[in-house]
């Protein structure tokens, strides 16, 4: 147990900041208000220390926080004022909530004396925000400052992560204490890593040895576990072929001979199928989520189901089990990898291979490489600017079409290169997630694609671009539609296209008013040269590719539907 | 609501503000009704003791509500039974008008009955209290409002011990303890 101990009696806020400090924050985002002031005044004493990132508005803050987390393995910090600027972090907590992301917000609060009278700017943040947090706590006396923030980051931090919530009364902000910081290791209701258990590992590897056509699923528990070096092993031992969930993509190299690529609705054909043809299907750190499994009647019924989780509450949650194995995925993927036997599955992944020829045929020639002319796809804007980083950048998406091709065809050669929504699905995610995570990782590009639709929700975060200098690269993938909705009226409400169609403002001309650069694209032929000029610009820029209306994100198993059931066009099935 | 099994779902928790809230939100999620709820201290200084009864389809839906409710970090513990696995029992307090009471005549074999415990008497009202199980409190209700009326009825929320030998919740703590401090993840 660390102590770090020193006699000053200081304010609520200075032992706010020196509690903080005390965790290794450097780095925080946020918004000023009245009832968070006096934390502000005492930050001003301390910038030399922590980097305070000044947002445009507070849920740009937890997405920021969010990128941040996501790419550099830290807590992310967001502080913001009561009531409204609370409120505004509702959707990023919920966001960071689904996808395990460990952040610390903090809130002011009106002073103690005049919580539950309506007072100005109060809110119940505590009530709104406990079904959308790990843990919300609520902090009345000055004292309970240091403690309650020692708290907050082990648990934020430990087991499965996620967001915390601290609401701190200003009265608590003012008032003075002695200082005293004492790290939280140990709560005696909290159990972040449950031991793991030998029989269980030994039962699964038992099944793995046995297996003819095993399969394994990578979540993002390998990324959170940092057990990305133990899964590589476990793969390379077994030979077994693995798919990625969206938030496991990078955990493994996208061109590692046992990768087939990603699972769900628009994840490649052959880990779709494949699912419901091997016989043990291996799950690690993932949650079965329904944009994975479509519909769980005809999920896997052949196969026996071994998933690897830290957290129990997801074990049978959506899928049956046949072995659990809890614990962290760095210790339990060790432990298994030395009680299995060294093998090779070359004709089940050939099974795997053929679909990729299938889905490059159908799909991704047509996307990547389009011969005939016509409007621009999506996928070869992003495959150009992927290449063009040599593989090496992290790729940001918001959500939509842009965020499904993104993630299809962005390359990773490191873990924590994509940051995205998964289990939210935000739309505006990806401007102020793109700023945090340049912040976590600033020795490396960041790349961030988004829509026309997703950027204008949080469009004023080239303000805190502007602001601050940092340096992102946008690229707009502009068709003028919220073209996933559009995509579901096409397929699916007879071409009846409600309030999809966007008219949208001269986006380069809104760049330019925040002294970002940008450049238009409408032109196959200027595609190499603009993003080599984005690439090269120092500081942030946007390039608006002006892509294919109508075009439309293959394969795509419809929701509802089994995981055998993909489309690779209109009407026309594998 | 035929078909479906009622659970009674016991939880220990810190004696923290909002654990309540945080408890109601997962059965909200999953649009199940709280049937009882009984709230105290455990025998355990400083740890509550949640005891609620609610109506699922089946097996697995309880056990989901355990974990999701188990993995909230104010919880201690949680689980769940069904009435065969449980001695439980409700009380009710029934008040019914002095008057009334006299005009009816002889309560005796009401009393023995329904093993009555009388806890007030005054010039305008009577007051009895009844354990039991739902049915038996319903009973005497029923038949109290048929014969002499009723002012003022309460039951309480289920209070349930296990019957079989199931682990202390002090012994879970200390093999927690035991394990010793979490190293952090990141």
């Known amino acids: 147990m660390k102590e770090e101990q020193s006699n000053s009696i200081v304010s609520g806020s200075e032992a706010l900041i020196r509690s903080l400090v005390a965790e290794g924050v450097d780095t925080m985002f946020g918004y000023p208000g009245g009832a968070i002031m006096p934390v502000f005044d005492a930050l001003y004493d301390h910038r030399d220390k922590v980097k305070h990132v000044l947002v445009r508005h507070e849920q740009a803050a937890v997405h920021a926080a969010q990128g941040y987390a996501r790419v550099s393995q830290k807590v992310g910090v967001a502080l913001v004022t009561s009531g409204p600027g609370a409120t505004n972090t509702i959707t990023g907590l919920t966001d960071a909530m689904m996808d395990s992301t460990p952040l610390v917000v903090i809130s002011g609060q009106v002073a103690s004396s005049l919580l539950g009278s309506d007072a100005f700017q109060e809110a119940d943040v505590i009530g709104i925000t406990q079904p959308v947090t790990k843990w919300a706590y609520q902090v009345r006396r000055v004292e309970d400052i240091p403690w309650a923030i020692s708290r907050a980051f082990y648990i934020a931090r430990s087991g499965r992560p996620g967001p915390v919530v601290i609401d701190i009364a200003k009265d608590a902000q003012v008032n003075k204490c002695e200082f005293k910081y004492e790290k939280t290791t140990f709560l005696r209701s909290y159990y972040p890593v449950p031991h793991p258990d030998k029989e269980k590992i030994a039962e699964a590897a038992k099944i793995i040895n046995e297996a003819k056509r095993p399969f394994a699923l990578v979540g993002q528990g390998v990324v959170l576990g940092k057990a990305e070096t133990e899964l590589k092993l476990f793969l390379e031992k077994s030979g077994i072929p693995f798919a990625s969930t969206l938030l496991g993509l990078s955990a493994m190299n996208s061109d590692h001979p046992l990768n087939t690529g990603m699972l769900g609705m628009h994840g490649n054909i052959g880990p779709n199928i494949n699912t419901n043809s091997c016989d043990v299907l291996i799950a690690i750190g993932m949650r079965f989520d329904d944009r994975v499994t479509g519909n769980l009647n005809s999920y896997a019924k052949q196969a026996k189901i071994i998933h690897f989780d830290i957290d129990p509450g997801e074990i049978d949650k959506n899928v049956k089990t046949t072995v659990k194995v809890l614990g962290n995925a760095k210790t339990t993927l060790s432990m298994i990898t030395e009680l299995i036997n060294s093998n090779n599955h070359n004709d089940w992944l050939n099974k795997f291979r053929e679909y990729d020829k299938i889905e490059y045929d159908k799909v991704i020639k047509q996307e990547l490489f389009p011969e005939n002319g016509g409007q621009i796809k999506m996928g070869e804007v992003v495959h150009k600017v992927t290449e063009a980083t040599g593989n090496k950048a992290i790729c940001v998406n918001d959500v939509g079409q842009h965020q499904m091709i993104s993630s299809r065809y962005f390359k990773f050669t490191q873990s924590r290169s994509l940051v995205t929504s998964g289990g939210l699905g935000t739309m505006g995610f990806g401007l102020p997630a793109a700023i945090g995570a340049k912040y976590g990782a600033p020795d490396r590009t960041v790349c961030v694609f988004v829509g026309d639709g997703g950027l204008q929700m949080t469009m004023h975060e080239f303000g805190t671009i502007l602001e601050t200098g940092v340096d992102v690269k946008i690229i707009l993938l502009n068709n003028n539609y919220l073209g996933m909705v559009r995509q579901w009226q096409e397929l699916f409400f007879e071409e009846r296209y409600s309030e999809t169609h966007l008219k949208n403002p001269d986006f380069i001309k809104v760049a330019d008013a925040y002294n970002i650069a940008g450049r238009i694209v409408t032109e196959r032929a200027e595609l190499d040269d603009a993003i080599q000029e984005m690439l090269n610009h120092k500081g942030s820029f946007l390039l608006e590719v002006v892509v294919e209306t109508k075009g439309m994100v293959y394969p795509m198993v419809p929701a509802g539907g089994s995981v055998t059931d993909v489309m690779v066009g209109k009407g026309e099935k594998v | ?186």
Request: charged share 25%; aromatic share 8%; net charge negative.
């Open chain 2, 1 to 186: 609501m035929s078909n479906k099994t009622l659970y009674t779902i016991t939880i220990f928790s810190e004696n923290a503000v909002g654990v309540l809230n945080q408890i109601t939100t997962i059965f909200t999620r999953r649009q199940l009704n709280i049937e009882t709820l009984s709230v105290s201290p455990s025998a355990l200084e400083g740890i509550h003791k949640f005891t609620i009864t609610t109506f699922a389809e089946d097996e697995s839906v309880a056990k989901k509500i355990v974990r999701q409710i188990d993995k909230r970090v104010d919880i201690l513990k949680a689980f769940y039974n069904t009435d065969d696995d449980l001695v439980y029992q409700e009380l009710a307090l029934y008040k019914l008008s002095t008057e009334k009471v006299m005009e009816h005549g002889s309560v005796e074999y009401l009393i023995r009955k329904y093993n009555i415990r009388v806890l007030e008497v005054t010039e305008d009202n009577i007051v009895f209290l009844k354990a039991g199980h739902y049915e038996e409190t319903q009973g005497l209700f029923e038949e109290l409002a048929e014969k002499i009326g009723v002012l003022q009825f309460v039951r309480s929320g289920r209070i349930a011990i296990t019957k079989s030998k199931i682990e202390r919740l002090s012994d879970i703590l200390a093999e927690r303890e035991a394990l010793g401090h979490c190293e952090q993840q990141l």
